[in-house]
């Protein structure tokens, strides 16, 4: 299949396209997912080279399952979850927490339309944000990037964690309340 045909299809077609096991389609998937995918990846397991390893193991298990996808969540939280289950295996493998700091991607505050100002703050206070991620225990942490950053409902992260919608709710509030409390020690001190 040609790229340009690929590119001008619809994201559920190619999705429907990639399930009947045409691999140029599953290909524009890759192509289109692959930085979310990886930036899932970074937040996990808090390593940018083992990051790389589980967005490459996710893409080759979400291929594999491909036949399999029913369609009953969306495409994205489908991927999301393989992403989730690599990740804590390739943790596991590893055997041990990861604890080196996460390093800040690039931002191009002239890209999209962003206001310079503010993709100057942003920038500023990315470092200190994954640092206060990263000083939560991972149970919570998990919690907190599924909801705040992915958006998933309290009901797919209790699922998926295999803990119980109050259980996720507590963590949650509690990931919150540690966050804000480094970020105001971030503030504090930087005044």
Do not use: C
Not at 13 to 19: C, G, I, K, N, P
Request: aromatic letters at 6%; proline letters at 4%; glycine letters at 4%.
């Amino acid at each position: 299949m040609e790229r340009d045909r690929v590119e001008s299809i619809p994201s559920h077609d190619l999705v429907d396209q990639a399930r009947s096991g045409d691999r140029d389609a599953f290909g524009e998937l890759v192509r289109i997912h692959q930085h979310e995918v990886y930036t899932l990846a970074v937040r996990l397991v808090r390593d940018r080279d083992l990051a790389s390893d589980v967005t490459q193991d996710t893409f080759v298990r979400a291929w594999r399952a491909m036949p399999k996808f029913r369609g009953d969540a969306k495409f994205t939280t489908w991927l999301h979850r393989i992403t989730v289950n690599t990740a804590w295996t390739h943790r596991s493998r590893a055997n041990k927490v990861r604890l080196d700091p996460i390093e800040t991607l690039p931002v191009d505050p002239m890209s999209d339309g962003i206001d310079p100002a503010r993709a100057g703050e942003s920038a500023s206070a990315a470092r200190p944000i994954e640092e206060a991620l990263g000083s939560l225990s991972s149970s919570v942490r998990s919690v907190v990037v599924l909801k705040d950053v992915y958006d998933w409902s309290h009901a797919e992260i209790a699922d998926y964690l295999d803990i119980s919608v109050t259980a996720a709710k507590v963590r949650l509030h509690r990931g919150r309340k540690q966050l804000r409390l480094k970020l105001r020690e971030w503030k504090d001190g930087g005044e």
